[in-house]
């Protein structure tokens, strides 16, 4: 059983960046893919960013391309979300999860455990 444990979200300007914090336990954290996803109030959970078991392969939703940087520290049981030129559609819980898939994949079907999620607010 993995427990995750997200942090560092809060209130931002547009334009601002935050970097959001994923702690891992009770697993062997290097064999699982991690996601992010997010969802806004009145809105379906979506995919923004997955990465590898090794971190070598990384992938994100075509709205946060380019903005937004996935990364993990299997040594730290860490997993990021640096989150750059941040908008006001930005606004959504976060949520980080572990796949026992190697690359994991944009469905939240596709992933086992998840965390409890951190708010994300961008003022225009």
């Known amino acids: 059983q993995v427990q995750l444990v997200e942090s560092g979200g809060g209130l931002v300007q547009a334009g601002g960046s935050l970097r959001l914090s994923c702690a891992a336990s009770?697993?062997?954290?290097?064999?699982?893919?991690m996601g992010w996803f997010r969802q806004a109030p009145g809105k379906e959970r979506e995919f923004v960013a997955g990465?590898?078991?090794?971190?070598?392969?990384?992938d994100y939703a075509d709205p946060v391309k380019g903005r937004f940087t996935v990364s993990r520290i299997n040594a730290k049981n860490m997993v990021y979300l640096q989150m750059n030129s941040l908008k006001p559609e930005d606004t959504a819980a976060y949520y980080c999860?572990?796949?026992?898939?190697?690359?994991?994949?944009?469905?939240?079907?596709?992933?086992?455990?998840w965390g409890q999620g951190t708010q994300v607010t961008v003022s225009s």
């Open positions: 009770g697993g062997t954290f290097s064999r699982y893919a």
């Open positions: 999860a572990a796949s026992w898939n190697q690359l994991g994949g944009r469905s939240f079907r596709q992933y086992d455990y």
């Open positions: 990465i590898s078991w090794t971190g070598g392969t990384t």
